[in-house]
């Protein structure tokens, strides 16, 4: 029992590594940040059309590089083929989106190395190329024996301030231990107020 437990933990640190929450670093088991190929990752993530309906929708791309840190939060659920656990997230980011980030993953390894998923909410509020206001992020994500899929969108109308509105979906990157994110993203024109 012990030796599932190790297992699990490293798969979790896996996925958390991977999805960039110090996260998924599944870059140390040789996937990108999200586990797409270029090709995959531009047939999945093209930009996103917006449909509210007050003013006209600018489309964007922000860039830049965020910290994590992920804190486990007791009790893991352990039983016969699975473990089930939560996390806590804190994030700073840095570049076109200036802002903190606090969310909550839940995640499930199985006893089948490299097969797991999680799924987390975290609220961002800061700037978004110069507008403020929050907006919350929605992840999802798949290992299937070491193979990835993973979503990371904007909730619909979870926008406040100056980013109500805002639509997109968000990917990123390890490099040399450090984590960059791309978010594709819409917005209503700033109005004249």
Known sequence: MKKQSHAGAGAIMAICLLL???????????FDYFGLSSEAHTRIHSPVTNTVQK????????????????T????????????????????QFHGDLEATAKGQMLTAVTDVKGSAGYV??????GTL?????????????????GAQQQSVTVVPDSGTGQLVGLTGKMTG????????YDLEYT??????K
């Open 187 to 192: 917005l209503p024109e700033a109005s004249d």
């Open 20 to 30: 960039g929450f110090g996260f998924f670093g599944f870059s140390t088991l040789g």
């Open 120 to 125: 987390a909410i975290e609220r961002i509020t």
């Open 129 to 145: 190329s110069g507008r403020s206001g929050s907006f919350v992020l929605q992840h999802s994500g798949i290992l299937t024996r």
């Open 72 to 91: 486990p939060q007791p009790p893991d659920d352990k039983a016969e083929g699975s473990t089930l656990s939560r996390m806590t997230i804190d994030k």
């Open 173 to 180: 990157t390890i490099e040399a231990g450090k984590h960059s």
């Open 55 to 70: 003013g006209a929708a600018m489309a964007a791309h922000a860039t830049g590089t965020f910290d994590v840190k992920l």
